[in-house]
């Protein structure tokens, strides 16, 4: 029973894999752009809902773990002319490491204090690329597009540029994000993750040690930011200070909450649906944050289980 | 009772105290337990028994004293440390995760016997885990409840599973904090058939309240009142001790 | 200018902005302290009561009317989220956040909708200069901080002497117990969260002058109030005082001798490090 539970599971996600993988075949131009944008921010949300989804800690500062990752690969790329592999992976540990520090700091804190603490230092993290303007170049910020040398791959010339390499980077990096963080759920410390969020002291008393667990969720969490951070700025070429905003620590939990926290496949979902009506809105009007603000209250006061948490309710037991 | 000589000490505490706000809940209480009892602490409400129990487990820290286990130092280890070595508590309220399945319960308490490397924290042996929750859920008699969610099991099914989220943590020293309270009589029966089965393989200490139980399961019985060690001693010498009536007049 | 001439000119500036700080930190604090939720919409009122004084100045009969509507107008809108989205989520900590969030974001683009992205200015109702010997001064900022005194005095007697404030002060200390006794907790709260608002609304309304009205301006309102607040202490009236004054003060030196972008940076870090090793957190009762 648990067995065949378990094949469904991972036989779902390969699915939703391999769909994305045949969809950019089909989908005019303009969708094939849209999605690829999704799935990097998804790569976001699915960091966000590691901490919030299981470990039931809500931040509203992620967007520092989000940008550390874009300027770690855009100044790297800027200054010192980094290829996107050695810059990537500098976007994630630079995030990673953000997430190690902020942790080891705020985990003191829980529930709503967490909250502003994490909001607060992310606000000092904003103002911050503000204020090193001449490095940063502010809210004007900078764009590498040229700087990058292009990948190989079989002979292959792959640019940035390119759409379709577009598409296919951030499927890798979303079909990596989106195993690694159904596998952590499904393993021994996602289990010890949701018993910290539902009872700290039963899990105590159980031979775990809940911070560390904490510890362990905000990096992982971090660090998945960071690689959405990264990936975006290879595939859109511009990094601002505008991206470390308050705005970008909302996004992940409306995107989490839309899809359904703590369900794998939720903020791909939340993201996906998010992005989709804020592009049409935007193009109708420049109050488009309107739809944002709304979505946010009407989720939170009649549909706090968000889309797949509603189907895992009412249809889909199984659902991870 | 009588083969002193073949006991191994278990735990002892030396003038364990604890403070809360300037009042003192325990005050220097040296405690000892023999391996393979089944101790029960009686006392009035308030006489530190909890307390007392809490410091043993790591729960709370003391105010002064110590506390040994196995002649091991573990006063300054902390609760999830204490677990790893055998000392393991249960709720005096229900504690369990009532969201959960029965089944991730259990699994919570057995995968922490089954985590001893980095690798193995991160893959998840079902079927090893599947036997360990299994067991323990047969132990305490609820061998088909593993699909249910926790919250919904009747109240004392709640309590045997505790006892068997216990029991999955493999314990050496066992504390159940009023193990019957809120039970039926059919129930309670059936829980103290349960606490000496499996006191042949873990020492046992109780906190009760039904001397009835009391009477019958413990092998020995220590009385607190006012967070002191009033009285000590089998259960039918601990009822005839006069301090303990005096206490107890009111019950 | 002189050092000298700088310093006091900081000095001077950092004590009217703690002033208006005060103001609107008192606001988020007696919703803090009496509900026990963090609204983070509150900057959205002080932004909402600026639009509103330049609406009134322009076309609807000047700036002294404003400074009554501002809070009236504001207030009742918090008095109606009081009681279609914060009594429905039962004001659970997080939701209640999640909610105030929402608000935020459809108060602020309600306004850009309607006011437009503009930053539009008010003339100050009155015109005076001090001279000092170093430079001079608009005599409004000092009438800002004159009114912001008064009203602060007054929410001290409303809170000390009123009724209201007596229930106000039962709630916060126990909830269960002033119902209890026979309190209305829904109407108390409903009443401290459009207290709240009008507070930073009116504030909203007196800086406009100096400071134009603009869409965005709330944000920045809410970050300082959140510093003052937690600095200050929960619900704590001298607390906030005080805090406004630390932080106008400093902000004001800093800014000045710095820059306001590393005076906002000093005062994020400053709360966030607070919250974190006061032990008891935000409400005095997380943690262990």
């Known amino acids: 029973m648990r067995r065949t539970r378990a094949r469904a599971v991972w036989a779902l996600h390969l699915a939703i894999i391999l769909l994305l993988l045949g969809l950019q075949f089909v989908v005019p131009p303009f969708h094939q752009v849209m999605l690829a944008r999704i799935m990097a921010l998804a790569v976001y949300a699915i960091g966000y809902n590691v901490l919030l989804g299981y470990a039931g800690l809500m931040s509203l500062g992620h967007a520092m773990f989000f940008a550390s990752g874009m300027y770690a690969t855009g100044l790297t790329i800027l200054y010192f002319g980094f290829g996107a592999g050695a810059a990537f992976g500098l976007g994630v540990l630079a995030s990673a490491g953000m997430a190690t520090a902020l942790g080891l700091v705020t985990l003191r804190a829980s529930g709503v204090s967490f909250l502003i603490v994490t909001m607060m230092f992310s606000q000092a993290f904003y103002l911050a690329t503000l204020y090193f303007n001449e490095i940063t170049m502010g809210d004007q910020g900078f764009i590498i597009s040229g700087l990058l040398p292009p990948l190989w791959a079989g002979g292959r010339e792959l640019a940035f540029s390119d759409p379709a390499v577009k598409y296919n980077l951030a499927l890798v990096v979303f079909a990596l994000c989106l195993l690694l963080s159904l596998w952590l759920t499904r393993s021994p410390i996602g289990r010890v993750l949701v018993a910290v969020r539902e009872n700290e002291e039963r899990t105590r008393l159980l031979g775990y040690n809940p911070l560390s667990y904490k510890l362990l969720a905000l990096i992982v969490s971090g660090s998945i930011a960071g690689a959405s951070g990264s990936i975006y700025t290879l595939m859109f070429s511009y990094v601002g200070s505008s991206f470390a905003s308050i705005l970008y620590s909302i996004y992940p939990l409306l995107w989490t909450l839309l899809g359904g926290t703590g369900t794998t496949l939720g903020p791909l979902l939340g993201t996906a649906l998010m992005t989709y009506v804020v592009d049409i809105a935007s193009g109708l009007t420049s109050s488009y944050l309107l739809l944002v603000g709304a979505t946010l209250l009407i989720l939170i006061m009649w549909f706090p289980a968000g889309v797949m948490g509603g189907i895992r309710a009412r249809w889909v037991r199984w659902l991870p | 009772m ?100 029965v089944y991730e319960n259990v699994a919570l308490a057995a995968q922490r016997r089954l985590m001893t490397g980095a690798l193995s924290r991160l893959t998840r042996p079902q079927r090893t885990l599947a036997e360990h929750v299994q067991a323990a859920l047969a132990q305490v008699g609820l061998p088909d409840a593993g699909d249910r969610h926790a919250g919904s099991l ?73 967070g002191d060690i009033l009285a000590e001693g089998t259960p039918s010498e601990v009822e005839a001790h006069p301090d303990v009536q005096k206490v107890y007049l009111g019950l | 200018m002189s050092f000298e001439g700088h310093l006091f000119l900081a000095l001077l500036e950092g004590t009217v902005t703690g002033f208006v700080l005060a103001l609107t930190a008192l606001g988020l604090s007696l919703v803090f302290g009496v509900m026990r939720i963090v ?51 039962e004001y659970k900590p997080e939701s209640t956040i999640v909610a105030t969030i929402g608000l935020l974001y459809i108060i602020q683009q309600l306004v850009l909708t309607v006011y437009g992205p503009y930053a539009r200015p008010v003339p100050a109702p009155v015109y005076f200069r001090l001279d000092f010997p170093w430079f001079g001064y608009s005599g409004y900022k000092l009438v800002v901080a004159g009114v912001s005194a008064a009203l602060l005095v007054a929410t001290w007697l409303v809170v000390s002497r009123t009724t209201l404030g007596l229930y106000m002060r039962a709630t916060q200390q126990d909830r269960e117990m002033a119902q209890a006794f026979g309190v209305s907790v829904h109407r108390v709260y409903a009443l401290v969260f459009a207290l709240g608002a009008g507070l930073a609304a009116i504030a909203g309304a007196l800086v406009v002058p100096v400071q134009q009205a603009h869409y965005l301006m709330g944000l920045d309102a809410l970050l300082m109030s959140f510093v003052v607040v937690i600095i200050g202490g929960l619900g704590s009236l001298g607390g906030t005082l005080a805090a406004a004054f630390l932080i106008g003060v400093s902000d004001g030196v800093v800014s000045v001798f710095f820059s306001p972008t590393l005076a906002k940076i000093v005062a994020t870090l400053l709360v966030a490090l607070v919250l974190v090793f006061r032990t008891g957190g935000l409400f005095g009762e997380e943690g262990t």
């Open chain 2, 154 to 226: 009747p109240y004392g099914h709640q309590k045997l599973l505790e006892v068997a989220m216990a029991l999955a943590l493999k314990p050496e020293l066992l504390i159940l904090d009023e193990p019957t309270q809120g039970l039926a009589p059919e129930e309670i029966a059936a829980l103290s058939r349960l606490i000496r089965a499996l006191s042949r393989g873990v020492t046992m200490l109780l906190i009760e309240h039904n001397m009835a139980v009391v009477l019958e399961l413990a092998t020995k019985v220590t009385v607190m009142d006012k």
């Open chain 3, 39 to 89: 609204n983070v919409a509150h900057g959205e009122f002080f932004m909402l009561g600026a639009v509103i004084a330049w609406y009134f100045s322009t076309m609807l009969g000047g700036f002294l009317l404003a400074l009554v509507a501002a809070p009236l107008i504001v207030g009742g809108a918090a008095f109606l989220a009081d009681r279609l989205v914060l009594r429905r989520i």
């Open chain 2, 2 to 101: 009588g083969e002193v000589a073949a006991v191994t000490r278990l735990l002892e505490t030396r003038a364990l105290s604890k403070t809360f706000d300037g009042l003192e809940a325990v005050r220097r209480v040296d405690f000892r337990l023999e391996t393979g009892e089944i101790r029960a602490i009686i006392g009035p409400n308030g006489a530190g028994k909890t307390t007392l129990v809490s410091m043993i487990s790591g729960r709370i820290s003391p105010t002064s004293g110590r506390v040994l286990f196995k002649g091991k130092d573990v006063t300054g280890l902390r609760a999830w440390d204490r677990v790893a070595l055998g000392i393991v508590y249960t709720f005096q309220v229900t504690s369990i995760f009532k969201n959960l399945t």
